[in-house]
């Protein structure tokens, strides 16, 4: 038989039981409005509510519903654009209907158009670059549609105008004399640059202030020099690179951030086929490049490359990938170069350079997460800008494994 203190605290007991089932059922009940604010309401970041959850493991809970809405959500729409566009900016934003329907090649009876995503949040800007008369010369603004791809709207879309062809225009030097000659000033449109002829181009090299590979157009000077030694060191010469390999194995490349297309020059000298990328800052670059009877890709250092996995048997990049870029767009950068690389096929990192503290702790780790192999490898000192500043320079050679 139970005691007096017993029957006294069973009211209490059955009390607190139905509190607590009242507790349950309105947390339930808050959970499940939750959840179906969650999967209608796209716009949401939780990450931004995490911590006022009263879960008792809130981020697992929100990671577990980030990963259950990614795969419930319908893709956003290519052309899921504000229904006010006009003109040409609305025609190339929109899907167009195939003439002959449903594509098997596609999945498709339409065609999407290709612009780079991060150009819907430049709408104006967008307006602005496709504003022009159907038919007509294109409005002169490189440097306005170089700033666009720089803010990741890249691709451009397409436009319906000619470019304005340079005045008195004449025909490029023949090869081979045209790999090593400034081409001639007719066969550029000088509109965007502050130079107005090769000639000032050449004479910058040579004077004060900051310009984008300020030698670059200068022939004649170290241009003429480059990649022709190896002093064993940070300096690979081409010949010393390319022995590496069984003879002719090396044929096509890419070169990116090229500058004036030199390194293409000299591998075409021993007969590998070289595709330069390069920006137009404050110099024709790319006309340059093309002048010269080189290939010539107007891309920046964010685009993902323009090629097929392991099909190339050689990329390099001299001081352009460097921890100037952030490490995440880094990393994606060095990994596109692995997918385009053949088994076997060699990223030849020229001078990158970067703060001491940040060479083993960030970027080598970086290296070795990508797969890559070490076939040579040399560090240095970089002294430019002074000893205090701790920085360093690394020039390697990474093989992509044969498997």
């Not at 209490?12 to 089932?21: C, D, Y």
Request: hydrophobic share 35%; proline share 7%; charged share 25%.
């Amino acid at each position: 038989m139970g005691s007096m203190d017993d029957d006294e605290r069973k009211p209490a007991q059955k009390q607190r039981s139905r509190a607590q089932t009242l507790i349950k059922l309105t947390l339930l009940i808050i959970a499940t409005n939750l959840l179906t604010i969650f999967f209608i309401s796209p716009t949401i970041k939780w990450t931004d509510y995490a911590p006022k959850l009263p879960f008792w493991d809130a981020e697992t809970l929100i990671r577990e519903l980030n990963e259950l809405k990614s795969h419930l959500q319908t893709p956003p729409k290519l052309n899921d654009w504000p229904t006010d566009l006009s003109g040409e900016l609305k025609l190339v934003v929109e899907a167009q209907k195939l003439p002959l329907g449903q594509n098997p090649n596609i999945g498709a009876a339409e065609l999407y158009p290709v612009l780079g995503a991060a150009c819907k949040r430049h709408q104006s800007d967008l307006e602005q670059y496709m504003s022009y008369e159907i038919g007509g010369t294109c409005p002169s603004d490189e440097v306005f549609a170089q700033r666009l791809m720089l803010r990741g709207c890249e691709p451009l879309p397409r436009r319906r105008c000619r470019p304005a062809t340079p005045a008195n225009y004449v025909e490029p030097r023949p090869a081979p004399a045209a790999l090593w000659s400034v081409p001639p000033d007719q066969t550029v449109v000088w509109d965007a640059y502050s130079c107005k002829s090769y000639g000032c181009l050449v004479r910058r090299g040579k004077t004060k202030g900051t310009y984008d590979c300020k030698d670059c157009f200068d022939l004649e000077g170290r241009e003429k020099r480059r990649w022709t030694f190896d002093d064993g060191k940070l300096d690979f010469g081409i010949d010393q690179v390319l022995g590496m390999k069984p003879e002719g194995t090396v044929r096509i490349g890419l070169d990116l951030g090229g500058g004036s297309g030199t390194f293409a020059a000299r591998m075409k000298e021993r007969g590998v086929t070289i595709v330069t990328t390069s920006m137009n800052f404050d110099g024709p670059f790319n006309s340059f490049i093309a002048s010269r009877g080189l290939i010539s890709m107007h891309l920046s250092v964010a685009h993902r490359l323009p090629f097929f996995e392991n099909t190339l048997d050689i990329v390099h990049s001299m001081h352009v990938l460097s921890s100037w870029i952030p490490e995440v767009v880094l990393e994606f950068a060095v990994f596109d170069i692995y997918r385009v690389l053949r088994p076997g096929g060699f990223f030849w990192l020229d001078h990158f350079f970067c703060e001491g503290s940040r060479l083993n702790s960030t970027y080598v780790p970086m290296f070795d997460r990508v797969g890559f192999e070490k076939v040579r490898w040399s560090i240095g000192r970089k002294l430019d800008r002074g000893a205090h500043l701790n920085e360093w320079y690394l020039s390697a050679i990474l093989e992509k494994p044969m498997s």
